[in-house]
């Protein structure tokens, strides 16, 4: 028997996820049995057990958790991959001790990571790598990050800097600011105390930024599209504050902005193979030399997942809450 947290039906992570004791599943050809060792807890997941993910949850005993790190615990007919190797996955329902997941979705991480890089290292750094690959900024050029603080923000600074990219953050609270800045951030904006397009204005000499990925909605999306430059371009790739940004129909014609959805699990599909090629050598080089940080921040036991939850949705967090196994 194994430990594995389901839920029967849509609503508040903390009110309806449980851990709950089941049968270890079986790998079928072309299927491996992974030994998770960590999840991360990503908004992506929460989201989904909300029912406002694109994916939705397949009732009465729904999986969650969309990436994670293990060991290769078992081999379904025709695999390849040797028993005991270290993988990072993703798979619909990672949240458990064992999990089931065909042959070609682990990935094989060096020896030497801990489990709690390797659980991190696929949402957060491919859509990272990703969206900078699409907005195809050059040395010098201006981005916004709206969501300033969370874990992505932080790995598309890293990113950015060592391209010579400015960024600006966006955050509720000014405790983040030193952590953002040792990370090589420009500059920050507290919401609370300015006006998003208004700051960007003046850091940017009356410019406007290049682009910028918005994750939040509502007040700040809206705000986050008047701060683009003429041409300019929105990558939106979250809605944590549940509202829809409104978008000015005047300064999209007469400033040529652009919005796009952007969801990884799309863009994987999509993408040429040099591209992802390129992505995973990048990432997996700076991830392992540890030149591209990831903080965690608290551990939870699968049979703490309520108090886990509430503490990934916690404001202020300066790092990733994961679930150890």
């Not at 991360?40 to 958790?65: H, Q």
């Not at 796009?260 to 699990?265: R, S």
């Not at 990831?294 to 049979?303: C, D, G, L, N």
């Amino acid at each position: 028997m194994m430990y594995k947290i389901q839920f029967e039906k849509a609503g508040e992570p903390s009110e309806v996820l449980s851990a709950k004791e089941v049968e270890i599943p079986k790998p079928a050809a072309g299927e491996v049995l992974v030994r998770v060792k960590a999840c991360p807890i990503n908004p992506s997941d929460t989201m989904f057990v909300r029912g406002l993910y694109g994916l939705k949850p397949e009732f009465p005993n729904a999986s969650v958790g969309f990436e994670g790190a293990g060991e290769i615990a078992e081999l379904g007919q025709g695999t390849s991959i040797a028993l005991g190797t270290k993988v990072m996955f993703s798979n619909r329902g990672t949240w458990a001790e064992y999990v089931v997941v065909s042959e070609r979705a682990v990935v094989p991480v060096p020896a030497h990571w801990d489990f709690e890089i390797a659980c991190q290292s696929f949402v957060n750094p491919f859509t990272a790598w990703a969206l900078l690959y699409e907005a195809n900024l050059q040395e010098g050029d201006w981005l916004l990050l709206t969501a300033g603080g969370s874990t992505f923000a932080q790995l598309v600074i890293q990113l950015a800097q060592s391209r010579g990219i400015k960024t600006i953050a966006t955050l509720r609270r000014d405790d983040q600011v030193a952590q953002l800045k040792a990370l090589g951030v420009t500059a920050t904006i507290n919401t609370e105390e300015q006006k998003i397009h208004q700051a960007v204005h003046e850091l940017t000499e009356g410019k406007g930024v290049k682009a910028c990925f918005e994750a939040v909605g509502g007040e700040t999306g809206t705000q986050a599209l008047k701060a683009l430059a003429e041409g300019g371009q929105m990558w939106v790739y979250g809605l944590l504050s549940l509202q829809n940004p409104v978008l000015d129909s005047s300064l999209m014609i007469f400033k040529s902005l652009k919005v796009h959805g952007f969801w990884l699990t799309h863009w994987m599909a999509q993408s040429s193979s040099e591209a992802k090629k390129e992505m995973r050598h990048d990432l997996f080089e700076l991830l392992g030399s540890e030149a591209l940080k990831v903080e965690v921040e608290a551990r939870y036991s699968p049979a703490e997942i309520k108090e886990a939850v509430m503490h990934a949705e916690r404001r202020g967090r300066k790092g990733k809450v994961l679930i150890k196994f």
